[in-house]
Every structure is written in C-alpha cells, then in structure tokens.
C-alpha cells in the first residue's frame, strides 16, 4: 500500500524536509499563540494608551491651527476630525483585541498528544501528503482526507488523527492509490527551496519569540511592558493639562452649531 519511492537517494530528504516544514509552521503558530497568551492584553494597553496620546497631539495641533485664525473651534468639525484621524489606529486596536480574544480561548495540549500527534503526522503525510503521493491532488477522497489530517494536526487532536491513520490506509487500498513510484522532478531544486523557506520560518517572527516565553524572559518582558504603559499614561496626563490650559486660558473658542 505504501508508495514505491524513486530510487533517487534525495527522496527521503525531501519526505523529510516536507514534514520538517509543515512543523515549523505549526511551531510557529503555538509559539504566536503563547506569545499572545503571555503578553497580549499588556500590549493591547500600551498600544490603546499611546493612541490616547496620539489623539491628544492631534488635538494640540488642531487648536494650535485654530489659534492662528482666530482660536474658534468648531467642536463638531473637530471631532470630525480626529475620528477620521484616528479610524485606522482603532481598528488596528480592535484586530489586536480579537487576536487577543482569540488566542485566549485556546487550547493546550499535553506533551503526550503533541508528541504522539507528530509522529502520526509523519506517518500520514508520508503517505498522503500531495507533494509526495501525486493520487492525493487527483482524488477527492483523498484530498478530503488530507485535510481533514492538516486541521487535527493544527489543533493536536489525538483521536481525530488516530481513527485518520486507519481511513487513509484503507482509502488508499480500496482506490489503488498505494504503490505507485512516486518520482519528484527537479528533486534537488525543490530540496533547496524547502531549506530556504524552513530557515526563513525558523528566523523570522512569530517563531523567534520563543526565546521570549522563557520563564525569566516572560518577566522582564512584562515588567519593559508594564514600564512603557506608565510612561504613556504620564505623557498624556500632560498633553492633557496642555489641552486643558489652551482651553481655559489659551485663546481657544467654541462655536457651537445651531440645531
């Protein structure tokens, strides 16, 4: 049932390197997941109070623009203003939030499941995966069952990749679908641009995070986070005493439309 593979001696290393990949992006997803889990709310409140900054600058500048007319502040205009200003930072706030949301309904996995999950992955994708059995793409049983092995995969469920192992095998030899050469043109092309894409997943974020989730990494990170969320919130009591004074004793005035 299984594939005869090519006699080229890279055969394995490209079966090997294709599972390699597909765990590095699944290591990279956990590690984002993590990242989020540890860090994510303190970030999303740095990240809301310098928009509270951000808008108190805007204001600044705005009153500023108005004092060299005259000082009238149309207040609906001003605000018309700084919500379209502002629009692209919120919603970069609410995606945060989301992700947050997100990540936080996550589940573990013990080290069991994730491990026994790996090793039935190899095992599946060895036989299933598209890139290595050339039936999978043309058969929609099979694609069906690949992806539904990809999905259990992401989320390390056990049991769906268990009763998996046993539907592949016996979907393989009910289609014919098994012992097929399986030869890989431009082999040695495609071996190089597996390295090259595992090394740039393995080296880029969100997977070079995962030094941050080291226990005394976690701390001092949240402690830097928890620093630059203080520092905001004095910058803005500030910028906020500047609107203040403008307001009060500086030359602004309101005109107020009429309904």
């Not at 004793?249 to 107020?256: K, S, T, Y």
Request: charged share 35%; proline share 2%; with cysteine.
């Amino acid at each position: 049932m299984d594939l005869i593979k090519s006699t080229d001696t890279n055969y394995e290393e490209y079966e090997n390197l294709l599972v390699e990949r597909d765990q590095a992006h699944k290591d990279s997803t956990s590690i984002w997941i993590n990242y989020i889990q540890s860090f994510g709310q303190l970030i999303a409140e740095v990240y809301e109070e310098k928009l509270k900054c951000i808008k108190c600058k805007k204001t600044i500048a705005y009153y500023q623009t108005a004092l060299n007319h005259g000082g009238v502040v149309d207040p609906e205009a001003m605000k018309e203003y700084l919500n379209q200003e502002m629009a692209s930072y919120y919603t970069n706030l609410k995606r945060m939030q989301k992700e947050n949301e997100r990540c936080e309904n996550a589940e573990h996995s013990g080290t069991y499941e994730v491990q026994r999950s790996k090793t039935l992955y190899r095992r599946l994708a060895k036989l299933l995966h598209p890139d290595i059995n050339p039936e999978t793409a043309k058969r929609a049983e099979l694609m069906e069952l690949w992806q539904r092995i990809v999905i259990a995969y992401g989320q390390n469920n056990l049991k769906e990749l268990s009763e998996l192992d046993v539907l592949v095998r016996k979907a393989l030899k009910e289609l014919g679908a098994g012992g097929r050469k399986a030869d890989i043109p431009d082999i040695g092309e495609k071996i190089k641009d597996l390295k090259k894409e595992i090394y740039e997943i393995t080296h880029t974020v969100p997977y070079t995070y995962r030094d941050l989730l080291m226990d005394d990494a976690v701390e001092k990170k949240k402690r830097e986070l928890t620093e630059e969320l203080e520092n905001y919130r004095k910058y803005r009591a500030e910028l906020e005493e500047v609107i203040q004074n403008m307001e009060e004793g500086g030359g602004i005035r309101f005109r107020w439309r009429m309904n």
